[in-house]
């Protein structure tokens, strides 16, 4: 079946058992592979009874349908699970080269269930399925244990997706991390992994997955390489941090626990400073010749391994902006800590920087973080904090591995209001009293805030060509929140679903046309813009399905109470989220998605989207 083996292994790690599922080609045109598939999955298996760390719990890895496929973006692999940060629908994505594996091994996702009674790995070299001993591998570093994996099979070319200490030791948003510098981030993942003692997944393929038509293929990576690579060529100079700068000009830039909006030390920790600097390389993911990926290296007073790659924008600000700290030195020393034990970078960020505000305004005592001197600015204790969440050490480390919610309602009171989340997940470093239709996206995920599928509202200010093809016609202003916002919203946001279905990168430069042209030339089917789409839509409403069997509801789908104010300084000076337009704009989400009033997808909506079986259970 080109596009897919046809074949999902399963993985009972309480029995110790391997299986092969095979689902017919229906299944894979309707789910396609990432969230999709992950979702229906979980939505089937995983009842309201069980908790996330209990061995019924799923973890689902599947890359989808373009990856091994010889075209830059497609191979990046979904990671999901009932979240136990919070306890919802948990779904993350990384890049590398594992999922291009997978698939040349034969295997189109790994479903894992129950729980091994000692710590274990996983081999997979083509058909052949091994459960191993990683008794020896508990409490390692991530490179420790990828390079051990090596060593035993003496293979320096297997691909290891792994969980980290940081998981071992019960850290809430421990993530996913694929060949040591390519992260499934948020939702924690890694402890789920963790959970059931399963330390990696390691796989080798020597098959080779069959595409519809190569030709074509060939001809559209000859356009990335090209044209592609030349219109990109800033990504690669720069990468993510290259939006530092422009964040901070446009007041954007989150800025200590999200006060401010713009950093007196963004021209420090951005592009410019890091190529400048500790910038020794660039590294890249499958058939991808935009090498985005940072890798940096530094001395003393902080060594930085080169092996755990360099830090993204998200890291950046996090660790950087979001703690008022203007040492990109200590950045990246953080981002290695973070990937040495596997941690989501923008939840400790954001954690860090909940902990310092509550420092400073005695909410937090130096009794409480053992002597640390917690302040906006202190690089050193930005870096201590962090080494104490990934090992859970002391009162402060154990308060902030659970993340900011349920570290508020520790400490009560006006804790609340200083801890950025929504339904239990930390807000990433995007600004919704900028990008007005990035609060609404933060409200309806069913991930809690997220930044990757959701839209913004800044790049539809300028141009709407992007968006052209589903119907969107002319730019609007970055703070509207009125109807045509919401219907860009509604749209792009179901193409943002389908991606993470087809897992693909979001920074290759191709459109959305030249998408679809790629799954007909993978796959060989009749597929339409219109139908993957609809994927997607279908992957947003299981997973919103799956939140409203756990007791989620319309009250958990609110920002945070910080961005109704106004900011006191900066380019954006006075301007606040826009309480009653964002109720608007939700209500009539709800109504355009075909959802009730109260954020319930309604039976007629779900035979719409041929779930006609999640609308009778």
């Known amino acids: 079946m080109p596009g897919f083996t046809g074949k999902i292994l ?95 091994a034969g295997w189109d996702a790994v479903v894992v269930t129950g729980r091994a009674d000692r710590p274990t790995w996983v081999h997979i070299s083509d ?18 244990v990828e390079e051990a994996i090596k060593a035993e099979l003496g ?52 098959g080779a997955p069959e595409v519809a038509d190569p030709g074509r293929l060939r001809e559209l990576a000859r356009w990335m390489a090209t044209t592609g690579l030349e219109e990109n060529r800033a990504f690669h100079e720069n990468g993510t941090p290259g939006v530092v700068a422009p964040l901070d000009a446009q007041g954007g830039l989150p800025t200590r626990n999200f006060r401010e909006g713009s950093f007196e030390g963004a021209d420090r920790i951005g592009a410019e400073a890091l190529n400048g600097t500790l910038l020794i390389g660039t590294d890249t993911c499958h058939a991808c010749p935009i090498a985005c990926k940072r890798v940096v290296e530094a001395g003393s007073p902080w060594p930085v391994d080169p092996t755990y790659g360099g830090p993204e924008y998200e890291t950046i600000a996090a660790l950087g902006s979001l703690c008022g700290v203007s040492d990109l030195h200590a950045i990246c020393k953080g981002n290695e800590l973070c990937a040495a034990h ?91 009293r900028l990008k007005a239709g990035l609060g609404l996206g933060y409200e309806v995920s069913p991930t ?35 109807p045509a916002k919401v219907r860009l919203f509604h749209y792009k946001v179901s193409w943002q679903h389908f991606l993470d279905s087809a897992v693909m990168c979001y920074f290759t430069p191709w459109d959305i046309l030249q998408v679809v042209d790629m799954v007909r030339a993978v796959t060989g089917w009749n597929a339409g813009l219109w139908e993957l789409v609809k994927v997607g839509e279908r992957a947003a409403v299981l997973a919103r399905l799956f939140n409203l069997a756990r007791g989620f509801d319309a009250s958990q789908d609110r920002l945070p109470e910080r961005f109704f104010q106004a900011f006191e300084g900066g380019p954006l000076e006075g301007v606040a989220v826009d309480r009653a337009a964002l109720k608007e704009a939700r209500r009539l989400y709800y109504a355009m998605a075909g959802w009730d009033e109260e954020g319930v997808p309604t039976p007629a909506k779900l035979h719409e989207l041929d779930l006609g079986w999640a609308a009778r259970d």
């Not at 017919?24 to 045109?29: I, L």
């Not at 989808?64 to 940060?85: I, N």
């Not at 052949?128 to 420790?144: H, I």
């Open 10 to 104: 399963r993985v009972d790690l309480s029995r110790g058992e391997v299986s092969a599922e095979r689902p017919p080609e229906s299944f894979y045109r309707r789910y396609f592979g990432g969230r999709a598939l992950a979702a229906y999955y979980l939505l089937r298996e995983v009842g309201p009874e069980t908790g996330p760390l209990d061995p019924g719990n799923l973890l689902i890895l599947a890359p989808g349908v373009l990856a091994g496929a010889r075209v830059a973006g497609g191979s990046r692999t979904g990671v999901a699970c009932l979240s136990p940060l919070t306890g919802g629908f948990g779904s993350a994505e990384g890049g590398g080269f594992w999922g291009a594996e997978l698939k040349r």
């Open 127 to 144: 058909d052949r399925v091994e459960l191993k001993d990683a008794s020896g591998l508990r409490g390692r570093t991530t490179a420790e």
């Open 155 to 206: 293979d320096g070319r297997v691909r290891v997706a792994q969980c980290g200490p940081a998981a071992e030791r019960g850290v809430l948003y421990a993530n996913v991390v694929f060949d040591l510098i390519h992260f499934a981030g948020r939702c924690g993942c890694g402890l789920v992994m963790a959970s059931k003692n399963l330390r990696a997944v390691a796989v080798r393929g020597t």
């Open 342 to 432: 596997a941690m989501d970078t923008i939840s400790t960020g954001v954690s860090v920087a909940f902990a310092m505000e509550c420092f400073e305004e005695g909410l937090l005592t130096p009794e409480d973080t053992d002597g640390l001197e917690l302040r906006f600015g202190s690089a050193e204790a930005m870096v201590a904090a962090i080494e104490r969440i990934a090992r859970r050490e002391g009162r402060l480390g154990e308060l902030l591995a659970d993340g900011v919610a349920r570290a508020a309602e520790e400490l009560g009171g006006r804790a609340r209001e200083l801890a950025m989340h929504v339904k239990g997940q930390e807000v990433p470093m995007h600004e919704p």
């Open 448 to 482: 809690g805030a997220d930044h990757c599928h959701n839209i913004h509202d800044t790049i539809y200010a300028k141009s709407v060509k992007s968006v052209m093809p589903l119907g969107i016609l002319e730019p609007l202003p970055a703070d509207d929140l009125g």
